[in-house]
Every structure is written in structure tokens, then in C-alpha cells.
């Protein structure tokens, strides 16, 4: 059964760091294209970062901040966060799809997603 499972999410203070871990088991197709995207109340749910068959993509907000990366090896995408900000308060939610079609920002693309994992960063 094709299943995600997010973890390293946390309270951190403004500035810290956190890193995100999110075991894959899906289809090998599935795991070339992979993404973080997060939510918070009343917002839409955002991508964030989006690994495309090695190559990475940013959103603006995150951008110079946060790293996605992969480890092939145990099946795990990862997300290094850096200079946490407040607003960075939010769910964060992997995601893995094929075909590897559309955007890597667009949610209704991905057709596996995990469970999410809290991460709260206070001033």
C-alpha cells in the first residue's frame, strides 16, 4: 500500500532549524517527483519545494532558507529548514505523484500525500 509518513516537525524559536523526513513508499515513477507544501487555517495548502528528477524548485517565501533533498538509498525526502520565521507556522504535508506532469506547485497534481507534521516557530 502506497503510503508517506512525514516526521521531524517541532517548536522552535525565530531563527532556529528543523529538518523534515518523509519515508516514501510508493512506486519508483512516484518517487521522481516529490514535494513539501504546507497549510495553515484558512489558507489554501502551498507548495513550498518540489524535487522534479533531481532538479529542485522553490517557492519564493523559502527560497535561500530551506533545501529539499532525496536519499534513494532509504526512500526519504527531506526538508532542511533554516532561519525560521513565525510565519513559517504551518502543516507540512510530502507529496509524490506520477506521471510527472504539471506544475510541482500544484496540489491537485499529486496523487499521495502523508499524514502532515506540525511545525510551530515562535518569536
Known amino acids: 500500500q502506497a503510503q508517506l509518513v512525514e516526521s521531524g516537525g517541532g517548536s522552535v524559536q525565530s531563527g532556529g532549524s528543523l529538518r523534515l523526513s518523509c519515508v516514501a513508499s510508493?512506486?519508483?515513477?512516484?518517487?521522481?517527483?516529490m514535494g513539501w507544501f504546507r497549510e495553515t487555517p484558512g489558507k489554501e495548502r502551498e507548495g513550498i519545494a518540489g524535487?522534479?528528477?533531481?532538479?529542485?524548485y522553490y517557492a519564493e517565501s523559502v527560497k535561500g532558507r530551506f533545501t529539499i533533498s532525496q536519499d534513494n538509498t532509504k526512500n526519504t525526502l527531506y526538508l532542511q529548514m533554516n532561519s525560521l520565521k513565525p510565519e513559517d507556522t504551518a502543516m507540512y504535508f510530502c507529496?509524490?505523484?506520477?506521471?510527472?506532469?504539471?506544475?510541482?506547485?500544484?496540489?491537485?497534481?499529486?496523487?499521495?500525500w502523508g499524514q502532515g507534521t506540525q511545525v510551530t516557530v515562535s518569536s
Open positions: 510508493v512506486d519508483y515513477a512516484s518517487r521522481g517527483c
Open positions: 524535487v522534479v528528477y533531481g532538479s529542485t
Open positions: 507529496a509524490a505523484k506520477s506521471p510527472c506532469t504539471r506544475s510541482w506547485r500544484e496540489v491537485a497534481a499529486y496523487k499521495y
